[in-house]
T-cell receptor, first 113, second 113 residues
Framework: GDSVTQMEGPVTLSEEAFLTINCTYT??????LFWYVQYPGEGLQLLLK?????DKGSNKGFEATYRKETTSFHLEKGSVQVSDSAVYFC????????????FGDGTTLTVKP | EAGVVQSPRYKIIEKKQPVAFWCNPI?????LYWYLQNLGQGPELLIR????????DSQLPKDRFSAERLKGVDSTLKIQPAELGDSAVYLC???????????FGPGTRLTVL
């Protein structure tokens, strides 16, 4: 079955540091890929997505590129802020069954001033 | 536009008691999901509805869990009787026609004592 593996956390960075959170996936087809973010006490929110190979999703300074050859979708941001502290989830959904999503276990990011 | 609404936000019960959670999706979203999120893990699908029909309930423990979405709008998830291992966050999400982007509510945090 489908699976998503995220780099284990927690990750602690200083403000303005560079962020990378690794995500790799296993899927039978060519899924759509997502990053969701969960702030304390809130539900998951879509951060960005990519639907085909070599697509780059971007939002709020975050970027991730769909790499079919390495089955990866790593999240990056050039300069993190304290307000980026949250839990980040990588996820996929099969195009043939778009309503069925598989999530990684999440990576907790803490940014210190 | 209102997001996905869930209630209650928190619930503490003793084991063997019943409990129910309520979810109202984004207006017009015909696909509704219930997820279980254990601490430190990603969401795991319990059940997915397309309008009134449960199209994927393969992961719902049917001996104690039940769900309904009678009019294809709001939904209720019930546990009877609750067990200690049911302590978790129960998330509701919705999407338009099973589109791959899901919108999540804040969740209900259940503690079973």
């Amino acid at each position: 079955g489908d699976s998503v593996t995220q780099m284990e956390g927690p990750v602690t960075l200083s403000e303005e540091a560079f962020l990378t959170i690794n995500c790799t996936y296993t899927a039978t087809g060519y899924p759509s890929l997502f990053w969701y973010v969960q702030y304390p006490g809130e539900g998951l929110q879509l951060l960005l997505k990519a639907t085909k190979a070599d697509d780059k999703g971007s939002n709020k300074g975050f970027e991730a590129t769909y790499r079919k050859e390495t089955t990866s979708f790593h999240l990056e941001k050039g300069s993190v802020q304290v307000s980026d502290s949250a839990v980040y989830f990588c996820a996929l959904s099969e195009k043939t069954n778009a309503g069925k999503s598989t999530f990684g276990d999440g990576t907790t990011l803490t940014v210190k001033p | 536009e209102a997001g996905v609404v869930q209630s209650p936000r928190y619930k503490i019960i003793e084991k063997k008691q019943p409990v129910a959670f309520w979810c109202n999706p984004i207006s017009g979203h015909n696909t509704l999901y219930w997820y279980l999120q254990n601490l430190g893990q990603g969401p795991e699908l319990l059940i997915r509805y397309e309008n009134e029909e449960a199209v994927d309930d393969s992961q719902l423990p049917k001996d104690r869990f039940s769900a309904e979405r009678l009019k294809g709008v709001d939904s209720t998830l019930k546990i009877q009787p609750a067990e200690l291992g049911d302590s978790a966050v129960y998330l509701c999400a919705s999407s338009l026609n099973g589109a791959d982007t899901q919108y999540f509510g804040p969740g209900t945090r259940l503690t079973v004592l």
